[in-house]
């Protein structure tokens, strides 16, 4: 499967593909209206942050206790809950005279819900997909996401400076909703991939198990922590630009749209050769944030935010690695662990970037987490070696039980 085309001819995938696509855009308004209001209630660049990242450090938890659900639930339903349940929140979250304390605890509720969303959904887009089609069928995902960021964010920019901040939020809400009765009414009703009870000690052995192998420990590093540190670099636009973090946004956006575009459609073939573009782009996603140095003006760190997340696009390789690399019964856990530490990094390194930033400045904080990127993408470039990828795949069935 080579050709958009063949990848919307398959069934269900339109669906899928348009619910990702909404859920991206309600979060994207909704977080920068919220970021928004934080900022402006508390001046905090901390806590500004940690608004718009916050839910995913509660992915942490969620990994740790309730990820062996992702396998166990009818999708369906699990996905048309999760909507429902993201639109109550962010609808509450627009109630004026809400204490800043209760923005976090319903945003900690987010993060808990939020961890079980990515498992199901990139499981059903598994089972959905030929396993040939499926780098096709996440960048096009990505993507969607960046399309709606751009857009979301444009938009959220524009309902900050013309209506409020509690505007976009419930607009967000809005989005969130459509997003559930789109789930409900446009896929089919499926079975659970696995059987059994979802559990914490569950969620906690298959967790150990898909840590425990090195090829797999270190793609799981790849996808989480060079490019979480980024993301906390992103974190920082509200402070270091108030009046055009909408904009900056939106580049980024653009940049992993760009990104996204090229590897899914002409990525090279062969696990040696993808490797090294793997690397090549994760070194692209920290470098141009070196610049911030200097503390250029807004022109220039436009050029940097847009050039640096076209390497956004190595997680697309990282991702079909990974995918060799579980058994089919536990595709759904093993990407709901990478979706929810991806997302438990980004609010790690949000949180991180907003407390340098209180102690230096952003242009700072943004310097030193870029630098700390491209140094963790070179010890694993160390301790991985492209070579090390390119001789047989390792057969995961070895270590990883069936789903009972």
Do not use: K
């Amino acid at each position: 499967m080579r050709t958009y085309p063949e990848l919307f001819r398959t069934p269900e995938f339109t669906p899928v593909f348009l619910l990702a696509a909404l859920q991206v855009a309600a979060q994207t308004v909704a977080g920068l209206g919220l970021a928004t209001l934080v900022f402006r209630s508390t001046g905090s660049a901390f806590l500004s942050a940690l608004a718009l990242f916050g839910p995913a450090l509660a992915q942490m938890l969620g990994a740790a206790t309730l990820l062996s659900a992702a396998d166990r639930l009818p999708p369906r339903g699990a996905l048309a809950g999760i909507a429902l349940v993201f639109a109550l929140c962010t609808a509450a979250q627009a109630v004026p005279g809400l204490p800043v304390g209760a923005v976090f605890l319903i945003l900690l509720a987010q993060g808990l819900v939020g961890s079980v969303g990515g498992g199901v959904r990139y499981g059903l887009l598994g089972e959905i997909l030929p396993r040939e089609g499926h780098l096709l069928g996440r960048s096009v995902l990505n993507m969607a996401a960046g399309v709606c960021q751009i857009g979301g964010f444009a938009t959220g920019g524009v309902l900050v400076a013309t209506v409020s901040p509690r505007g976009a939020l419930l607009i967000g809400a809005a989005l969130h909703l459509v997003a559930a009765v789109l789930a409900r009414c446009g896929l089919s009703p499926r079975v659970p991939r696995a059987t059994g009870r979802a559990s914490v000690a569950e969620t906690w052995r298959t967790n150990a198990l898909l840590w425990s192998d090195r090829v797999r420990r270190g793609v799981y590093i790849a996808l989480w922590v060079p490019n979480g540190l980024i993301v906390g670099c992103e974190s920082l636009f509200v402070p270091y630009a108030p009046e055009r973090a909408g904009l900056l946004f939106a580049c980024a956006a653009l940049g992993m749209l760009a990104g996204d575009t090229v590897v899914g459609r002409f990525a090279p073939r062969g696990r040696s050769r993808r490797r090294r573009l793997a690397v090549a782009l994760q070194a692209l996603l920290a470098a141009p944030y070196l610049l911030f140095a200097l503390r250029p003006g807004l022109p220039i760190a436009i050029v940097a935010v847009t050039v640096s997340a076209v390497g956004y696009g190595a997680s697309l390789l990282h991702q079909e690695r990974l995918m060799e690399l579980v058994p089919d019964g536990l595709s759904g856990h093993a990407l709901g662990l990478h979706t929810s530490g991806m997302l438990a990094l980004q609010g790690l390194s949000a949180a991180l970037a907003g407390a340098v930033a209180q102690l230096t400045s952003p242009a700072t904080a943004m310097t030193l987490l870029a630098a700390a990127s491209l140094a963790v993408t070179a010890g694993l470039v160390v301790t991985q070696g492209p070579s090390r990828s390119s001789g047989p795949r390792p057969s995961p069935r070895r270590d990883l039980p069936r789903a009972a």
